[in-house]
């Protein structure tokens, strides 16, 4: 499993006033599968993602990321893996004006002490395969909304990673854009085993994973989509 | 709609054997709407009955047509074809929607948890838009025809859950509220209004 959440609790503030954002969720996700979380507002899509890419601290449970799990690493380590295996993709892009398509999505491999020429070519084959390296000397603002998210889609699959977080992706998106991204995402899971998760309110994008799962009330009440196979069960546990 | 009308626009670009006809509305509608060889030849039997369509010249029987006539449009036909293209489908041409009437029965019924139909009924939706996605994926740009019903079938699937989300939200928001008393006055007060 790329990722494995078990009994994922998180609570906001204490007592009577405590909010309970997400209560005992289980979540796995195989390498190459791609898994959507919809719900309403306030369900804990958002907290489970936020959970899932070491954002945010559970208060109860495990949330184990190729191998690692989080809540016993410590800060750097987390913050080690975040940028070696783990990609976010978000609804406004969060792309750094002042940098060029092929330095933003060279960023993550130079933090890490890749050096700048590796960093970049890496960055260029990245752009390539969501088909926009003609685009990399380009900044963000010179950029339509779908090249920009392009953009970050490279940004998240650069390098070794292995989870794909993708928060409300085609948000900012006319349809036929959002569909191109969707698309996008879904191939690099297939062609690179990497596990994505997928939050969204919308039905049509959730319909693009491998299985949807339902929240309400930071609870997992449905699942849509084949179960997982007997033998992948036993592996996981 | 009809398959009168699809056979009709098939027919436009020359005669055609049942068979062919069947085989080529399947792969416009991307076999979302399969149909059976006997649908096809009643059809065109009231067709030609309605004058709409006529047996073409004769022409050497072969095995496939199992010694049946082509068919193809007439005049009347034609019109009747462009009436179709240039006619909106009204809403209220459609069937009844089941899913409608079986929330507003389980509201009704006594017993009956509404919050597990709803949710019963959004999974099962978006399974069936799981499938019509893959459907769409897998499918090759030259196939436009049938991209448009799958696309039709997806933005449905899509609506109807966006539809099951609203009613839930509004199940909980009158959640505890006591039911009003049946507002019996409603039509005086209406004729009232009017008068």
Redesign the interface.
């Known amino acids: 499993m790329i990722l494995d959440i078990r009994n994922l609790t998180r609570t906001h503030g204490q007592g009577e006033q405590a909010v309970h954002a997400l209560r005992g969720v289980d979540l796995t996700v195989a390498p190459g599968e791609l898994v959507a979380v919809m719900g309403p507002s306030g369900s804990g899509k958002s907290t489970l993602l936020t959970c899932a890419g070491g954002l945010d601290r559970p208060t109860a449970g495990e949330v184990i990321v190729d191998g690692n799990d989080l809540t016993t690493l410590s800060r750097n380590a987390v913050a080690a893996l975040r940028r070696r295996r783990i990609g976010y993709v978000f609804q406004d892009f969060n792309l750094i004006p002042a940098l060029t398509a092929a330095e933003n999505v060279a960023l993550p491999l130079e933090l890490d002490g890749t050096r700048s020429r590796t960093a970049r070519k890496a960055a260029v084959a990245a752009l390539q395969e969501v088909g926009i390296d003609d685009l990399a000397d380009r900044f963000p603002d010179d950029m339509s909304g779908g090249q920009r998210q392009r953009v970050a889609i490279a940004r998240a699959v650069v390098g070794e990673r292995r989870l794909l977080l993708a928060d409300e992706p085609t948000g900012a998106l006319d349809s036929e854009t959002g569909e191109a991204v969707l698309r996008l995402l879904r191939d690099r899971c297939d062609q690179h085993g990497i596990g994505g998760v997928l939050v969204t309110h919308g039905a049509r994008d959730a319909a693009w994973a491998d299985r949807v799962v339902y929240l309400r009330d930071g609870v997992l009440v449905g699942q849509a989509g084949p179960l997982p196979e007997a033998d992948a069960l036993l592996e996981s546990r | 709609m009809s398959i009168k009308h699809g056979l009709l626009a098939l027919l436009q670009d020359g005669p055609k054997y049942g068979y062919q006809l069947r085989g080529e509305f399947e792969a416009a509608t991307g076999a979302t709407w399969p149909l059976n060889i006997g649908q096809v030849y009643t059809t065109l039997t009231r067709l030609e009955r309605d004058g709409l369509v006529q047996a073409a010249a004769a022409r050497a029987a072969t095995v496939e047509d199992d010694g049946r006539s082509m068919y193809e449009i007439t005049g009347a036909g034609r019109d009747e074809l462009a009436k179709w293209f240039e006619t909106p489908v009204t809403r209220e041409s459609r069937p009844r929607d089941e899913l409608a009437i079986k929330l507003a029965l389980a509201l009704a019924v006594p017993g009956v948890d509404v919050g597990a139909v709803v949710?019963r009924q959004?999974?099962?939706?978006?399974?069936s838009?799981?499938e019509?996605?893959r459907l769409k994926?897998n499918s090759s740009d030259g196939e436009i025809s049938w991209q448009l019903v799958v696309e039709s079938m997806?933005?449905g699937?899509?609506a109807e859950?966006?539809w099951l989300?609203h009613c839930?939200?509004m199940l909980l928001r009158h959640r505890g509220t006591p039911r009003p008393a049946p507002r019996t006055s409603v039509v005086p007060d209406e004729q009232e209004a009017r008068s």
């Open positions: 949710q959004r999974m099962s939706t978006m399974q838009l799981q019509l996605t994926r997806i933005f699937a899509e859950i966006r989300d839930e939200a």
